[in-house]
């Protein structure tokens, strides 16, 4: 079974542009996240989807953040303009309405790095 | 808020058990304690969860005290490629989203 997908892996701007982060989640995982960590702290939560439409967005940063799930597959989390605080891994996470109760819960991608100069 | 507490490092000998502590004094009766861990330049990954009893996986043991305050995360034999950082969680379940503290942060050493 394929994981997460995510790309880029990692991603230097300088502050003030935009950039762009993809995920791909497991085939069939109806719900998928995406966190953000900061060096140091847990992943927080940025904003969830169920299929296609926006369950939790109340962390997401909306004058600066966007993110979309068109056709509830893959996902795009968009940052424009950057700031340096917003260095940081961005986590993608997928799960299954199915495999809830059981075992994996969420499964993450590897993440993308970003370093905002 | 993370509901957890845990200590922030923990060393311990490479084939020994090593013994992560949680506590989670305010978890309500219909939540559950899972347990995560996040090796370097990884995203997180699923070990086990449990509710009121005891459980095991190929993976680990959880131990839940019966007052359902602290539990306990046992690596049976550590290996070096256990090193990591660990996050307890309590949480509902279902797809609600998982809240992470800072966690421990497990060394083996050979």
């Known amino acids: 079974e394929a994981g997460v997908a995510q790309s880029p892996r990692y991603k230097i701007i300088e502050k003030r542009q935009s950039v762009a982060f993809w995920c791909n989640p497991i085939?069939?995982?109806?719900?998928l996240y995406w966190y953000q960590q900061i060096l140091g702290q847990g992943p927080k939560l940025l904003i969830q989807f169920q299929n296609n439409g926006v369950v939790d967005d109340s962390q997401l940063p909306k004058d600066r953040f966007s993110a979309e799930r068109l056709k509830g597959v893959d996902s795009t989390l968009k940052i424009q303009p950057a700031k340096l605080e917003d260095s940081a891994v961005y986590l993608c996470a997928s799960s299954s309405l199915a495999g809830v109760w059981g075992k994996g819960g969420q499964y993450f991608g590897p993440g993308t790095r970003l370093l905002v100069l | 808020d993370a509901k957890t507490t845990q200590p922030t490092s923990m060393d311990c000998a490479e084939g020994r058990a090593a013994n992560l502590p949680c506590n989670h004094s305010?978890?309500?009766?219909?939540?559950?304690v899972y347990w995560y861990r996040q090796i370097h330049s990884q995203g997180p990954q699923y070990i086990i969860h449990g509710l009121k009893n005891n459980e095991t996986n190929e993976m680990a043991s959880l131990i839940i005290t019966e007052d359902r305050k602290s539990s306990t995360l046992i690596l049976p034999h550590a290996t070096l490629r256990d090193t990591a950082v660990y996050y307890c969680?309590?949480?509902?379940?279902?797809?609600?989203?998982?809240?992470f503290g800072k966690g421990t942060r497990l060394s083996v050493i050979a």
């Open positions: 969680i309590v949480r509902v379940g279902g797809n609600t989203p998982l809240v």
């Open positions: 085939s069939g995982h109806a719900t």
């Open positions: 305010t978890i309500s009766g219909n939540e559950y």
